[in-house]
Structures are given as structure tokens and as C-alpha cells.
């Protein structure tokens, strides 16, 4: 069994930056893809970024290319989302993924394992 914990969201001004931080235990961190996906108020969960298991591969939603950059460390078996520039749209519960796969994977439903979520707030 694999658990994720999100940990790093909160409230910024618009403008801001904001680090999000996803460990993750149980099963060997390497067999995982990892992604970040955000779901605001009355919306569908979306998908924001991914890396492949050796981080060598990422892929972004057009709306954060740019802004927002996925690392991950296999050493401490945390995967991490900096989030620059940051807009009022971006406002959502950020939630962190793993699939047992060795690229990276855009959509939601493949993903085996979710965090709880973290609140991003960004206010105008």
C-alpha cells in the first residue's frame, strides 16, 4: 500500500509563489509516475503536472506552463510542485497522485494512489 500526504498549501496574493510538497510511503518510489492534479469549487478534478519515475520527463497543463515547475527527490520519496506567478484561477485543492508506471501519465483515472489534498487560496 502506498500513502501520499500533500503538505504546503495555503493562502497567497496573487503575484505570489507557493511550494507544495507530496511524501510518499510505502512501496518503492520509483516504480511510480507521479502527478499533480487541482480541483476548484463546483469543478471537475484537472489535471496540472506529471513526472516520470526518474524525473527526467514532466508535462504540463497549458494554464501553468510556465509558472509552475514538478521536481521530484527519489532519495526522500517526495515529489514537489513550485508554483510561481500565481493567479486567482489558480484557487483549488491540489491533490498529488502515483501510478505504477514508467512515464508520465496525464489522466486522472489511471492513477492508483491520492493524497487528502491541500488547500491553494490566491487571493486578488
Known amino acids: 500500500q502506498v500513502q501520499l500526504v500533500e503538505s504546503g498549501g495555503g493562502l497567497v496574493q496573487a503575484g505570489g509563489s507557493l511550494r507544495l510538497t507530496c511524501a510518499q510511503s510505502?512501496?518503492?518510489?520509483?516504480?511510480?509516475?507521479m502527478g499533480w492534479f487541482r480541483q476548484a469549487p463546483g469543478k471537475e478534478r484537472e489535471f496540472v503536472a506529471a513526472?516520470?519515475?526518474?524525473?527526467?520527463?514532466?508535462h504540463y497543463a497549458d494554464s501553468v506552463k510556465g509558472r509552475f515547475t514538478i521536481s521530484r527527490d527519489n532519495a526522500k520519496n517526495t515529489v514537489s510542485l513550485q508554483m510561481n506567478s500565481l493567479k486567482p484561477e489558480d484557487t483549488a485543492v491540489y491533490y498529488c497522485?502515483?501510478?505504477?508506471?514508467?512515464?508520465?501519465?496525464?489522466?486522472?483515472?489511471?492513477?492508483?494512489?491520492w493524497g487528502q489534498g491541500t488547500q491553494v487560496t490566491v487571493s486578488s
Open positions: 497522485a502515483a501510478v505504477n508506471s514508467p512515464v508520465v501519465v496525464l489522466n486522472p483515472g489511471e492513477y492508483d494512489y
Open positions: 510505502g512501496r518503492a518510489f520509483t516504480s511510480y509516475a
Open positions: 513526472i516520470n519515475w526518474s524525473g527526467g520527463s514532466t
